[in-house]
């Protein structure tokens, strides 16, 4: 029986879903793109996904969601000679341990940093994001470009759709990463993975993802997101 067409829910705006799109790319997989608003509640929606969130991967009639649980299911679900994971136990490894480090050291502090309105918050979670970014760049392979050596995979995946909108934060709360030597590593990294097809392929207009951030950034943003950083607690 051959298998079915895969289908990937997604949204434009959201950077989550993003790791997803981006490793169907990668993977060269011949997938059904549908756009889905994740606001959405209703029990069709809550029939893919019991959680009701974004990315969902329908394939041969199963969900699969989480978005970096997404990213190794199309790793091992459409295996190819482009391998998001790689071969070698350590190194397979030590991209979970960074992925998990991206989800837990780096997105809530981006995400603290962007939606608090205080100061003094404010500047304590760009502090700890700038030394979460020092410590992932001293993490990287050399000579690079990417995080584990010439090839995308599973870590730059991870990031990938928030260094790619790091104009976010620089618009609305004036900052940059420092161009300076201990960060040169990083910025050959962030560029390598901006300009990599699979990822170009799924960026915004700027103008629009701005406008999309403007209620986070002024703090009106109305989601679960919103809210988790509001109460210090778990980013979905």
């Given at each position: 029986?051959?298998?079915s067409?895969?289908k990937?829910?997604?949204?434009?705006?959201?950077?989550?879903?993003?790791?997803?799109?981006?490793?169907?790319?990668?993977?060269?997989?011949?997938?059904?793109?549908?756009?889905?608003?994740?606001?959405?509640?209703?029990?069709?929606?809550?029939?893919?996904?019991?959680?009701?969130?974004?990315?969902?991967?329908?394939?041969?009639?199963?969900?699969?969601?989480?978005?970096?649980v997404?990213?190794?299911?199309?790793?091992?679900?459409?295996?190819?000679?482009?391998?998001l994971?790689?071969?070698?136990p350590?190194?397979?490894?030590k991209?979970?341990?960074?992925?998990d480090?991206?989800?837990?050291?780096?997105?809530?502090?981006y995400y603290?940093?962007?939606?608090?309105?205080?100061?003094?918050?404010?500047?304590?979670?760009?502090?700890?994001?700038?030394?979460?970014?020092?410590e992932?760049?001293?993490?990287?392979?050399?000579?690079?470009?990417?995080?584990?050596?010439?090839?995308?995979?599973?870590?730059?995946?991870?990031?990938?759709?928030?260094a790619c909108?790091?104009?976010?934060?620089?618009?609305?709360?004036?900052?940059?990463?420092?161009?300076?030597?201990?960060?040169?590593?990083?910025?050959?990294?962030?560029?390598?993975?901006?300009?990599?097809?699979?990822?170009?392929?799924?960026?915004?207009?700027?103008?629009?993802?701005?406008?999309?951030?403007?209620?986070?950034?002024?703090?009106?943003?109305?989601?679960e997101?919103?809210?988790?950083?509001?109460?210090?607690?778990?980013?979905?």
């Open positions: 029986m051959a298998e067409k895969p990937l829910y997604c949204a434009w705006f959201c950077p989550f879903a993003h790791r997803a799109w981006i490793s169907m790319l990668a993977k060269g997989v011949d997938f059904e793109y549908i756009e889905q608003d994740p606001y959405n509640k209703s029990a069709e929606w809550l029939a893919v996904n019991p959680r009701g969130l974004i990315p969902v991967i329908v394939h041969n009639a199963k969900s699969v969601y989480e978005s970096h997404c990213i190794e299911y199309i790793d091992e679900a459409w295996p190819s000679e482009q391998s994971l790689p071969k070698d350590y190194q397979r490894a991209a979970r341990m960074w992925g480090f991206i989800s837990k050291k780096i997105i809530p502090p603290r940093f962007l939606l608090k309105q205080s100061p003094e918050i404010q500047n304590e979670a760009r502090e700890q994001f700038l030394a979460a970014i020092l992932f760049t001293k993490a990287m392979d050399e000579p690079g470009p990417f995080f584990q050596g010439m090839e995308l995979g599973y870590v730059d995946i991870m990031f990938a759709p928030w909108r790091m104009y976010i934060l620089e618009h609305y709360r004036g900052f940059e990463i420092p161009q300076t030597d201990e960060f040169r590593r990083y910025h050959v990294w962030a560029e390598a993975v901006k300009n990599h097809p699979s990822v170009k392929a799924v960026l915004q207009d700027k103008d629009r993802v701005l406008a999309n951030a403007k209620p986070y950034a002024e703090g009106n943003a109305k989601s997101l919103a809210d988790a950083v509001r109460k210090d607690t778990t980013i979905p």
